[in-house]
């Protein structure tokens, strides 16, 4: 830590006596009448321009080495931090080129360096179109490489092929960032100010069963909520639940014929999901019942108090079985269905008449929004709202009294048309600016079985999502033991592990894939210890995890040797795990923008594979061979291991996974 203090002080100093020599070179140009002057001065103009931009970078350069002397906490965006760099080079070595494209992305191949700006070849097409000029991509490299400021963290650059920029970091920034990860821990990336989120998932439907196809709305929305609370956010998880319309006039009525005395005596409803077929059948074959459900309706809508009662026994059975599967899976919700809403319909239905949107169709009120080919019905003929409505004053709510700067709801690919329209007229009536607020629509493909068909039990019917959960709990349990881990852990261990693995298999399966893609469910494969599983990536990270365990390094020793030893990075495994363990940030970064979660997932299966090549070319802790002693420990692989574990955990995390210690 010292030396690195004393090359800090070193830049420092080195970087003071350059802004003052830059300072009056600036001085200097102004004296000779450079600044503002005829054409035949530009090339003094443009060495000013230069000079003034490299002086500003410098400034820039000085408070963050200032800033870094104070040991800043937040994990550096390497990417990013290197976009800067270029953005700045390419802005002195062009400066009258407005908006110059910008590609920054980590090199393939090691070959190549570590990073590779690859701006040239389209700063040669656009300096062609605009200006007539013919510069080889080549040339443009070069005049950006000249053109980089003094930073921290490039150690040198090579100019390649066509016009490529290979980038190499210097490994004392390197092993800085990893050691600073160690003391603060795993913290996230600077993305701005802090936004308040609502994010809107799960939503099953009252007096239905949750099944399969919920799974991956709870599971998906659950994890961009970890991600967006992580970087600092103020997140409001929403469960938009089917609480509210017309199904509930039939399910009342059918509770007033079986329980007449529910008012008094809590009816014992077992089996939500047949007492809903029940009055299903009824509705659909007994008229007279059909009528009276009607009516039901009336008074639900018109808050009569006993069927409001009625209602409320209804949805508490049914939250009862919902919480069973939030609890499984470890989801924390807020409860705020379509009944929420019902206040303010007329309100909405007011503001789009006032604001002359409203057409009026075989007694239907409905809304034409600019670009979507089908209209919004905000009122039935009957005088009845719809989902429209509903969706409408879910977002107003949303954008007016939560003030939402972000809106993301996790709903199956197929609503995208209504949430592109719901949106659309959102705008349309001002309710929001899509360059201030962001609201949008992730949708999500559906789960197929083995056989490429939507999943389904072998009577056909839909899957039961508890019914999957306890089957994942069971099948974990027998992969355990048939690898005897029953003979090696404790009862309490065991079961830790078996719920790991069984949620976090099941999870991660869902999460792997692109969500905007269908995905088969199969429990062979999600709970194989092969390749880009869970059930790998949990092994691999207990593995990691008992490391200094075996060589009798506490965590207390751990902390002190991270404020302590400085991180080697001299053998190629060594370098390429700690790039890759420094990337957490860039892909956090991406996700934030795609909300596109197997990016972290095929993250965290190169970073575990990266460690085993790791691990199987360097010694991290050397013993005896007859003896089995141990002779040395090589601390900095130590930390390099705890490193590694430390961004799996956090990466699991976001993930919804626990993981254990023992497996």
């Given at each position: 830590?010292?030396?690195?203090?004393?090359?800090?002080?070193?830049?420092?100093?080195?970087?003071?006596?350059?802004?003052?020599?830059?300072?009056?070179?600036?001085?200097?140009?102004?004296?000779?009448?450079?600044?503002?002057?005829?054409?035949?001065?530009?090339?003094?103009?443009?060495?000013?321009?230069?000079?003034?931009?490299?002086?500003?970078?410098?400034?820039?350069?000085?408070?963050?080495?200032?800033?870094?002397?104070?040991?800043?906490?937040?994990?550096?965006?390497?990417?990013?931090?290197?976009?800067?760099?270029?953005?700045?080079?390419?802005?002195?070595?062009?400066?009258?080129?407005?908006?110059?494209?910008?590609?920054?992305?980590p090199s393939q191949q090691s070959r190549?360096?570590?990073?590779?700006?690859?701006?040239?070849?389209?700063?040669?097409?656009?300096?062609?179109?605009?200006?007539?000029?013919?510069?080889?991509?080549?040339?443009?490299?070069?005049?950006?490489?000249?053109?980089?400021?003094?930073?921290?963290?490039?150690?040198?650059?090579?100019?390649?092929?066509?016009?490529?920029?290979?980038?190499?970091?210097?490994?004392?920034?390197?092993?800085?960032?990893?050691?600073?990860?160690?003391?603060?821990?795993?913290?996230?990336?600077?993305?701005?100010?802090?936004?308040?989120?609502?994010?809107?998932?799960?939503?099953?439907?009252?007096?239905?069963?949750?099944?399969?196809?919920?799974?991956?709305?709870?599971?998906?929305?659950?994890?961009?909520?970890?991600?967006?609370?992580?970087?600092?956010?103020?997140?409001?998880?929403?469960?938009?639940?089917?609480?509210?319309?017309?199904?509930?006039?039939?399910?009342?009525?059918?509770?007033?014929?079986?329980?007449?005395?529910?008012?008094?005596?809590?009816?014992?409803?077992?089996?939500?999901?047949?007492?809903?077929?029940?009055?299903?059948?009824?509705?659909?074959?007994?008229?007279?019942?059909?009528?009276?459900?009607?009516?039901?309706?009336?008074?639900?809508?018109?808050?009569?108090?006993?069927?409001?009662?009625?209602?409320?026994?209804?949805?508490?059975?049914?939250?009862?079985?919902?919480?069973?599967?939030?609890?499984?899976?470890?989801?924390?919700?807020?409860?705020?269905?379509?009944?929420?809403?019902?206040?303010?319909?007329?309100?909405?239905?007011?503001?789009?008449?006032?604001?002359?949107?409203?057409?009026?169709?075989?007694?239907?009120?409905?809304?034409?929004?600019?670009?979507?080919s089908i209209p919004l019905t905000i009122?039935?003929?009957?005088?009845?709202?719809?989902?429209?409505?509903?969706?409408?004053?879910?977002?107003?709510?949303?954008?007016?009294?939560?003030?939402?700067?972000?809106?993301?709801?996790?709903?199956?690919?197929?609503?995208?048309v209504h949430f592109q329209t719901v949106?659309?007229?959102?705008?349309?009536?001002?309710?929001?600016?899509?360059?201030?607020?962001?609201?949008?629509?992730?949708?999500?493909?559906?789960?197929?079985?083995?056989?490429?068909?939507?999943?389904?039990?072998?009577?056909?019917?839909?899957?039961?999502?508890?019914?999957?959960?306890?089957?994942?709990?069971?099948?974990?349990?027998?992969?355990?033991?048939?690898?005897?881990?029953?003979?090696?852990?404790?009862?309490?261990?065991?079961?830790?592990?078996?719920?790991?693995?069984?949620?976090?298999?099941?999870?991660?399966?869902?999460?792997?894939?692109?969500?905007?893609?269908?995905?088969?469910?199969?429990?062979?494969?999600?709970?194989?210890?092969?390749?880009?599983?869970?059930?790998?990536?949990?092994?691999?990270?207990?593995?990691?995890?008992?490391?200094?365990?075996?060589?009798?390094?506490?965590?207390?020793?751990?902390?002190?040797?991270?404020?302590?030893?400085?991180?080697?990075?001299?053998?190629?495994?060594?370098?390429?795990?700690?790039?890759?363990?420094?990337?957490?940030?860039?892909?956090?970064?991406?996700?934030?923008?795609?909300?596109?979660?197997?990016?972290?997932?095929?993250?965290?299966?190169?970073?575990?594979?990266?460690?085993?090549?790791?691990?199987?070319?360097?010694?991290?802790?050397?013993?005896?061979?007859?003896?089995?002693?141990?002779?040395?420990?090589?601390?900095?692989?130590?930390?390099?291991?705890?490193?590694?574990?430390?961004?799996?955990?956090?990466?699991?995390?976001?993930?919804?996974?626990?993981?254990?210690?023992?497996?």
């Open positions: 830590m010292e030396v690195q203090a004393a090359q800090c002080a070193e830049r420092l100093s080195r970087q003071e006596k350059e802004i003052k020599f830059l300072t009056v070179e600036i001085d200097r140009l102004k004296n000779v009448g450079c600044v503002g002057v005829s054409p035949s001065l530009e090339g003094l103009r443009e060495e000013n321009a230069k000079l003034k931009y490299r002086l500003n970078v410098l400034r820039k350069s000085l408070q963050e080495e200032r800033n870094r002397g104070k040991q800043t906490k937040g994990m550096i965006n390497i990417n990013s931090r290197l976009q800067g760099i270029f953005g700045a080079a390419i802005k002195a070595a062009y400066p009258d080129l407005e908006n110059p494209p910008l590609a920054v992305t190549f360096g570590d990073y590779q700006c690859n701006s040239a070849m389209s700063i040669s097409q656009i300096l062609l179109k605009t200006k007539e000029q013919k510069v080889s991509p080549r040339e443009i490299a070069d005049k950006i490489a000249r053109s980089i400021p003094d930073n921290e963290c490039i150690e040198r650059v090579e100019i390649a092929g066509p016009g490529f920029i290979n980038v190499h970091l210097k490994k004392d920034f390197v092993s800085r960032q990893l050691s600073n990860m160690l003391v603060n821990g795993v913290q996230p990336p600077a993305v701005g100010e802090k936004k308040k989120v609502v994010i809107d998932f799960s939503s099953p439907n009252i007096a239905k069963e949750m099944h399969v196809g919920h799974l991956r709305s709870t599971i998906i929305g659950d994890s961009m909520c970890r991600l967006f609370e992580f970087v600092g956010c103020d997140v409001l998880r929403l469960n938009h639940l089917g609480d509210w319309g017309t199904q509930f006039g039939m399910l009342i009525a059918h509770l007033q014929d079986k329980f007449p005395d529910y008012l008094t005596v809590s009816p014992p409803i077992g089996d939500l999901q047949a007492f809903y077929k029940e009055s299903k059948r009824r509705f659909d074959t007994e008229e007279e019942f059909k009528k009276r459900a009607y009516q039901c309706v009336v008074l639900l809508q018109s808050k009569n108090p006993d069927f409001i009662k009625a209602w409320k026994l209804i949805c508490d059975v049914s939250r009862k079985e919902f919480q069973k599967i939030y609890e499984y899976l470890d989801i924390s919700i807020i409860e705020r269905g379509e009944s929420y809403y019902q206040d303010r319909m007329n309100d909405i239905v007011k503001e789009f008449e006032e604001g002359g949107f409203v057409q009026v169709d075989d007694g239907r009120k409905i809304v034409f929004v600019p670009g979507c009122v039935k003929s009957d005088g009845g709202f719809t989902y429209d409505t509903s969706d409408l004053a879910a977002v107003k709510q949303r954008l007016v009294e939560e003030k939402a700067d972000v809106i993301i709801y996790v709903v199956d690919n197929g609503q995208s949106f659309a007229a959102a705008q349309m009536i001002g309710w929001y600016d899509p360059k201030v607020t962001r609201v949008t629509h992730a949708g999500f493909g559906v789960v197929l079985g083995e056989d490429k068909k939507k999943f389904k039990t072998r009577s056909g019917d839909t899957v039961r999502l508890i019914d999957l959960l306890e089957e994942g709990l069971k099948r974990s349990m027998d992969k355990l033991k048939e690898k005897e881990r029953d003979k090696v852990l404790t009862p309490e261990e065991l079961k830790a592990a078996q719920i790991s693995v069984a949620f976090g298999c099941i999870k991660y399966a869902d999460l792997s894939h692109n969500r905007t893609n269908d995905y088969i469910f199969s429990f062979d494969k999600m709970l194989d210890d092969r390749g880009n599983t869970a059930a790998y990536l949990l092994y691999a990270f207990t593995r990691i995890r008992s490391i200094a365990r075996l060589a009798n390094i506490d965590e207390e020793t751990l902390q002190k040797s991270a404020r302590t030893t400085e991180i080697i990075l001299d053998h190629e495994k060594e370098w390429k795990l700690g790039k890759c363990i420094l990337r957490f940030p860039e892909i956090l970064e991406k996700i934030f923008d795609e909300l596109l979660l197997h990016t972290l997932c095929d993250y965290l299966y190169e970073l575990a594979t990266t460690f085993t090549e790791f691990y199987d070319n360097c010694y991290c802790v050397e013993k005896d061979r007859q003896t089995g002693k141990i002779v040395k420990v090589n601390m900095w692989r130590l930390l390099l291991c705890e490193a590694t574990a430390a961004v799996m955990a956090k990466g699991f995390d976001i993930l919804g996974i626990k993981p254990v210690q023992k497996m």
